[in-house]
């Protein structure tokens, strides 16, 4: 927001520095993110003076010797200029010794050529007033000798462009922020003076304009005001107008529409001028558009609308969309005579809606959004109408058209000084904690209590929507107190030696070693839609994760998982001709189960297959093994052991390529994890490039934090190991990762305390001829090795033969020879 300090000067006499009122809006949670200075700045020892003669320079053919007056008690000065647009007896501004100019040109006597020079007589670049270097600025007006330029050229400004958060939509006007600084600088804070409620010397009318106000949406304008006013002439509005709402970058069009805009900046709340003879059929009707209804707007903009939408029209065309935008049909133009003045309260959310979905923003839809005061209003119109009667004449209907009542939003928040003083941590006295809270517009009542000594009932303005706890005031009296006033004192703090949250923990291991294996990370909404959840998970899920009351439609639901993310992710990219290979994300989904909501820790991971291309050293496609390995190492970072996971290939799946994807584990155990392909019909479906191998692992709270990462010190062993190879014949369609398991159970159970198992890997797996039909082997290299000793044949020999035994007679799997 664009702040002028000649403007919020209407409002309090703020005589203070740009910097201490930059300083002032940090400390009470206004960011200035740029000071602009508009004009003149303030200059010293530049004054008007007049060129008495000029002659050519002795020694330079381009330059001229000047006798300028500047009314100085030291006379005339002798200055030396190269420019050619003066001539004799012109006022021009001067430089005089001891001046800066902008950009740090400090003016000195010195000598040009031979000739001493007492000053410098300026362009207007030279005063930093636009690029103009071509000549002198002459002042046509010739005004006294002497003068100090900056009276000559008064209309200076300093603007401030400020951050305003979101829940302070109070703050969006020079009043608002008017009233935040008299509050903290201890100024008296001046309103504008309303005179339209009582006589005033145009007149006033008994008969509106238009014939009758309806409310079909109530929802979404709970409160309407329409004035009626007559006999205005158009024309440009006063010049002192157009320079505030030049200082903040808007363009004047005319005295009616200038008077509308400048009541929002200085008021905060939008309002609308009809000309009343476009309102067809004499009635102004609030509704929801129809659907692909259509409406030209003021940017001269053809807009197609949706039945969610608020409009206001007449009796055949939409005139206005509701909080955001006029159309050109009812505009004010230089015919205009009679005028409706709209003054309205809209619905927070239906705005934000309809100016996202039409990515159509106004300076009223901003303010609109985040909640306007609806108290105000009627003093807004009345602001504007003063100020129409002032700038373009006219009489106005005594009686407006009027729908509904501003909303009851009064609140009271029930507080004490000590309340105040013990979470503040320091001394204040009462007397101040009064002050502010007045100076803040609070109303105070004390009443006392039985346990609480003296009760502060203070009532809250209706336009401070963000405050509504005991805590919140107390954050206000500090914020306008001063935090440079707390006390200086000595922090004294125990030191506890603590950890990391688990989750915290699990979700840093998980990123370093996904972007250690060349993932890039994204980060997604964590709202979807509903459409999405239907197709990825259930019906059921899509019932139970809406959100009741959301912003928009494709973000209604909490999501089920991270992949359509990550996807939308490859889209994006791939729109945009990058080449996203490999994507992950860590957050939470959520699942419902048996009518319950839980909250996970997931991680998700996609993989795209390149296409085959030439290269010296081409890197393997991923595949479902690559895909088992990362969610294997993402299990383990919650503790989960290989041992305990059982993988199951997928069957027919929507979202997975059967014979390409598995699965592993289930929410009653705490952890799931579904991996490989995606199905190429969902791909091509989205318009995706390419094979997309992916996974995620969803894994409940609890059991992150139940894991204990406590490591212990175990020397490595200085000892050869041994190795022992060991081929099986198992059904085809069992899986590795099945028998890898059984034979580490037997393999451990057969070894007991001898020495160490340190490993059992599959290195090879065969099917064809040799084997039977069905059949296939697997070949696994299992190492040994003892911590005291290099470990003998006959023992170790011994131990496997054992394992042979046992893993034949207790799985039916038999020993390829």
Known sequence: ??????????????????????????????????????????????????????????????????????????????????????????????????????????????????????????????????????????????????????????????????????????????????????????????????????????????????????????????????????????????????????????????????????????????????????????????????????????????????????????????????????????????????????????????????????????????????????????????RAIDLILETAGGNVVEVPLVSGAPLQTVKEIIISPDYIRKTLGFHVDDKDIKRVFESLEFLISIHDSKTNGKEWYIKIPEYRIDLDRPIDLVEEFLRIYGTDKIPEATVQSPGLISCDNPITVFNRKVSAYLVGQNFSECLNYSLRSKEELEKWFTLAASQSLGLSNPLASDQSHLRTSLLPGLLDTIILNQNRRNNPQRLFEAGRVFREKDGLLWEAVSVGFVMLQSKVKQDWLAAKNPDLFSAKKIVLELLKFAGIKNDDIKIKLLTSNNQWQEGHSASAGNTDRGWETKFGMLNLSLLKEKDIEGTVIAGWVTILPELIEKYKTERSYQPLSNFPPVTKDLALVVDESVLSSEVRNKLSLVTKDAVGKQFNIESIEVFDVYQGDGLPEGKKSLAFSLIFRADDRTLTDVEVNKVFLEIQNRITDDTGYSIRV
């Open 1 to 382: 927001m664009l702040l002028s300090h000649k403007w919020l000067h209407r409002y309090i006499k703020l005589n203070k520095t740009p910097d201490e009122i930059t300083e002032a809006l940090t400390l009470i949670g206004f960011e200035v993110e740029d000071v602009t200075h508009i004009g003149l700045p303030h200059f010293e020892h530049v004054v008007v003076g007049k060129i008495l003669s000029s002659d050519p320079h002795p020694d330079a053919d381009r330059l001229s010797v000047c006798k300028v007056d500047t009314a100085s008690e030291l006379g005339l000065s002798t200055i030396v200029c190269g420019a050619k647009n003066y001539k004799v007896g012109d006022h021009v501004p001067v430089a005089l010794p001891g001046a800066i100019l902008p950009g740090g040109f400090e003016i000195k006597r010195s000598k040009l050529r031979g000739v001493d020079s007492e000053g410098m007589m300026c362009s207007p670049k030279e005063l930093g007033m636009g690029d103009d270097h071509g000549g002198l600025l002459i002042l046509e007006n010739k005004p006294n000798l002497g003068t100090p330029i900056n009276q000559v050229y008064p209309e200076t400004d300093i603007v401030f462009d400020i951050e305003v958060t979101p829940n302070r939509p109070d703050c969006l006007s020079h009043l608002g922020m008017a009233r935040e600084l008299a509050a903290y600088f201890g100024l008296t804070l001046l309103y504008p003076e309303i005179i339209a409620s009582g006589n005033n010397e145009n007149g006033k009318e008994d008969t509106n304009l238009i014939s009758n106000l309806n409310i079909n949406t109530p929802e979404n304008c709970p409160y309407y005001r329409a004035y009626s006013i007559l006999n205005v002439t158009i024309r440009q509005s006063p010049e002192w107008m157009q320079l505030l709402l030049k200082s903040i970058g808007l363009r004047p069009i005319n005295n009616v529409v200038d008077v509308t805009n400048f009541v929002l900046h200085e008021l905060g709340q939008p309002l609308h001028a009809f000309d009343a003879t476009k309102i067809l059929g004499g009635n102004l009707t609030v509704r929801l558009a129809e659907k692909d209804e259509k409406i030209t707007t003021l940017d001269d903009k053809e807009r197609l609308l949706d039945s969610t939408m608020t409009v206001i029209a007449d009796d055949e065309r939409s005139l206005v969309i509701g909080g955001v935008m006029g159309s050109v049909d009812a505009e004010v133009d230089n015919n205009t005579r009679n005028i409706v003045l709209e003054a309205a309260y809209f619905n927070p959310s239906n705005i934000r809606a309809t100016s996202r979905k039409l990515g159509l923003s106004s300076d009223s839809s901003y303010r609109f959004e985040r909640g306007v005061d609806s108290a105000g209003l009627e003093f807004a119109a009345m």
